[in-house]
């Protein structure tokens, strides 16, 4: 059985990400998806498993946090976040998680940990990937799949004009401005946009110094 795996779309499902996918069975999606059209593009391919992530709104209240459930004689579990994972793995098979926009894959006994990182918008310098798994007699395969950053990567802003950049976002996102809409308005980076925008949103009144901090800077 050919299983896709992937998270972190943010609304954003890449041409590379959908032909990595084609031939699959199953995808399992860990969360952050941001539109329910990007479940139906999914869907158009294979029944979907999903979870809901911390930036799903109200649109998918109808999502489940977490997941368990059998697929191709694995017992699986989702969830969005790695600290919300059973402290107790051994009675699954496979567990997916996401959030960090890392790829990370491990082992703990015959349980395989996988994030399968972000393919949605990329973040800073970090990889955009995916996972597409081979499973056949118990066994898991995992092949990794690298999505090459196209375009020239935008050089990175001095601290005091990233923080004039954080403000700049704080105050249209408070406007009702989406990333997306505040990166072409000034022609700035539209995954950093996203990246800082989700900070401000998901840490009410958290300062722009505070937004640096987090983002390790």
Known sequence: ?????????????????LSALEGCEAILHGGDINRQDVIDALAR????????????????????????????????????????????????????YGHSHRYEESRRGRTLLLNPGSCGP??????????VLEVGDGDIRVNRIDIPHGGRTPAAPKPTDLKAQIEAVMRETEKGRGPGEIARRHGWDA???????????????????????????
């Open 1 to 17: 059985m050919r299983i896709g795996v992937l998270s972190d779309t943010h609304g954003l499902l890449r041409p590379e990400a």
């Open 45 to 96: 391919i294979a029944p979907v498993h999903v979870v809901r992530g911390n930036n799903d709104r109200a649109w998918a209240e109808h999502l489940p946090m977490c997941l368990d459930f059998s697929l191709g004689g694995l017992r699986v579990y989702m969830t969005h976040k790695k600290a919300d994972l059973p402290a107790d793995l051994t009675p699954w098979d496979l567990v997916v």
């Open 122 to 131: 990329r973040r800073f310098n970090q990889a955009i990937t995916l996972a």
């Open 191 to 217: 995954a950093l946009m996203e990246q800082i925008a989700r900070l401000y949103v998901t840490h009410p009144g958290v300062t722009a110094d505070g937004i640096m901090g987090k983002m390790g800077l």
